[in-house]
Structures are given as C-alpha cells and as structure tokens.
C-alpha cells in the first residue's frame, strides 16, 4: 500500500491516472508496491522474466546492451514521470527481457503488478496512448542511435553527445565510454583532442564544455 506521499506524487509525474474511476484507482493504488534502489542497482537483466511495470518518481535507470567481452552500448535512460517500453514489450509478449537495466541515480519509484498494467492498456485509453506513444518516441531515438553507430565516427558521436550537454558535465571517461559503447583509453584520447582544439577542458570527473557550437558542427562533418 502507498502512503499519502507517494500517491501524491506518482499521480502528479503520471497525470493519465488521475482520470481513472476512484474505485479502479483505489484497487491501484491497493496493488501497486513502492521500492527504491541505489545506484549501481540492477533492475533487470538479460533472459529475466518480467515482475512489474516500474513507474519513476525519482532518480533514473540506464537500460544498456551489453556484449560478451563486458562493453556496453546504451540503448535509452529512464526519468521520472518516463516509463521503460522494454518491460511493456516483455509484459505485452510475455518474454524475458533482452537488456539490463542499471540503476544511474537513486531510483524510488511505483511497481505495478503485471495484471494491473495489462488491465490499464486494455480498458484505459489515455494510459494506452501514453505507453503507444512512448513506443513511438523510444523507437525514433533507437533508429537515431543505430545510424550514430553505422554511419558516424567515434569522435563525431562524443562531440554530439556533449555538445547538448550543460556547460560542466559531471561525469568521468568510463561513464561516457559505456553510454557511446566504447573503452575509457578511447574517449580519453578524444577528450584530449577536444581540449587540444579548445573545445572542453577536463578535469576530475569533469568535463567544462568551452565551444559548443564547434563540437555540434564537428559531430555534423
């Protein structure tokens, strides 16, 4: 059961269960199980089977490919108020799941049980829409990531990465290597030929983005 809190906030990210009839909403929120995970967390991995359809409230998860020799390619980044199109994919096909999900900030968040959620895609249209439309906006971001890989450079990938990034990134090389699918020595020499050309300035897990628009019209080439 939810306390008052927490229902206020899973109805505030998640507005397309307000207009649920109170009984079935209150038969939801009766079902549904609070959690929360630390970082590093897995919350799901390969071949699993499906418990529950998380909903955020805080924190994120990265949901990553990963190959056998350990490299890491990630696919997309769950936010608050986001859900994650893989659980709905294996809870609608009934199968396990084909990537891990990897908790990056402190995660709490709203686990609906498995026939609560098919129940909510059947008879709840503007809940429906929102899963759908989720699909649609996860698949473009996929298809832009498949033509990353196949038709840019490692180096016009991290430029476009952290070109749309804040001024100072806090982040370190191992982090941005697993979100391109590289190798830390990799994107250590990159950042070195971006700072050589003054475009960042690295420091300690710190990244100062000094010419933005360079990087983005470099990641263009």
């Not at 899973?10 to 038969?27: E, I, K, V």
């Not at 590093?40 to 089977?49: C, I, T």
């Not at 409230?57 to 997309?76: D, H, P, T």
């Not at 759908?132 to 038709?151: C, I, K, N, P």
Request: hydrophobic share 45%.
């Amino acid at each position: 059961m939810l306390d008052n809190s927490t229902q206020a906030r899973l109805l505030q990210q998640y507005p397309m269960l307000q207009s649920l009839p109170t009984p079935r909403l209150a038969d939801l929120l009766a079902g549904a199980a609070p959690m929360q995970l630390p970082a590093g967390a897995v919350v799901f991995d390969e071949n699993q089977p499906c418990q529950g359809f998380p909903l955020l409230l805080s924190g994120s998860i990265r949901v990553i490919k990963a190959s056998a020799s350990g490299r890491e390619l990630q696919l997309y980044r769950v936010e608050p108020g986001e859900s994650c199109i893989l659980t709905s994919s294996c809870l609608l096909g009934h199968s396990g799941y084909h990537a891990r999900g990897v908790v990056d900030q402190d995660v709490a968040m709203v686990v609906l049980p498995p026939a609560v959620f098919k129940a909510l895609v059947s008879t709840h249209e503007p809940f429906r829409d929102y899963i759908f439309g989720l699909f649609s906006e996860r698949l473009t971001d996929l298809m832009q990531l498949v033509t990353a890989v196949a038709f840019q450079k490692l180096d016009q990938r991290l430029a476009a990465l952290l070109a749309v990034k804040s001024s100072t990134l806090h982040t370190t090389h191992q982090a941005l290597a697993d979100e391109l699918g590289s190798v830390r020595e990799i994107v250590s020499r990159l950042l070195k030929n971006f700072a050589e050309q003054g475009w960042v300035q690295v420091g300690r897990e710190q990244i100062e983005i000094l010419n933005a628009s360079a990087l983005k019209k470099f990641s263009e080439l």
